[in-house]
T-cell receptor
């Protein structure tokens, strides 16, 4: 069975601070995908990144960066120089290769205080 | 990624009634997915809908309660039947990206916010 744990239910930081959202996963699959999605107050789910299990390179996209560590089954997400527009609920998710079913974590509500 | 629209965007319904939610995609896709997000909760997959075949339901969801249609490769509907307040949720449809780098990534519609009184 697959499981995704986001232990941080809510985080608040002051604008321009850096913040890291934690994600720990469990799977018996040897190949799998990890995802991060953003859900702003409007409700839509916005895709941010997909990472393959065989690619442990960290990725940076602007102010966003992701740290994938297979040894600790973690896929953490860091926002540098946070902005008010980053306020949202962030979901980490997992799926197996060729298995379309997404298993979501419970989400982390991030509030950026101006 | 595909452009996905849902109708209605929100609705308030009386218990015992049914609501049909539409999901339209601007390109042909093989699989469409329906998720439920109860208030303050994560997303749970309801069913997977392939064009031309019966939808596949996840544990805890049944066709009588959540009938799904998939008449073509760009459209699907989800009906929430005989609603109760516990059905108050956001319902989201999703599709996989086009073949290539976007494949096996799901992209989501804007969601339908349902409140059952």
């Amino acid at each position: 069975a697959q499981k995704v744990t986001q232990a941080q239910t809510e985080i608040s930081v002051v604008e321009k601070e850096d913040v890291t959202l934690d994600c720990v996963y469990e799977t018996r699959d040897t190949t799998y995908y990890l995802f991060w999605y953003k859900q702003p107050p409007s409700g839509e789910l916005v895709f941010l990144i997909r990472r393959n299990s065989f690619d442990e390179q960290n990725e940076i996209s602007g102010r966003y960066s992701w740290n994938f560590q297979k040894s600790t089954s973690s896929f953490n997400f860091t926002i540098t120089a946070s902005q008010v527009v980053d306020s949202a609920v962030y979901f980490c998710a997992l799926s197996g290769f060729g298995n379309e079913k997404l298993t979501f974590g419970t989400g982390t509500r991030l509030t950026i205080i101006p | 990624s595909a452009v996905i629209s849902q109708k209605p965007s929100r609705d308030i319904c009386q218990r015992g009634t049914s609501l049909t939610i539409q999901c339209q995609v601007d390109s042909q896709v093989t699989m469409m997915f329906w998720y439920r997000q109860q208030p303050g909760q994560s997303l749970t997959l309801i069913a997977t809908a392939n064009q031309g075949s019966e939808a596949t339901y996840e544990s805890g969801f049944v066709i009588d309660k959540f009938p799904i249609s998939r008449p073509n490769l760009t459209f699907s509907t989800l009906t929430v039947s005989n609603m109760s307040p516990e059905d108050s949720s956001i319902y989201l449809c999703s599709v996989e990206g086009s073949p290539g780098p976007q494949e096996e990534t799901q992209y989501f519609g804007p969601g339908t916010r349902l409140l059952v009184l």
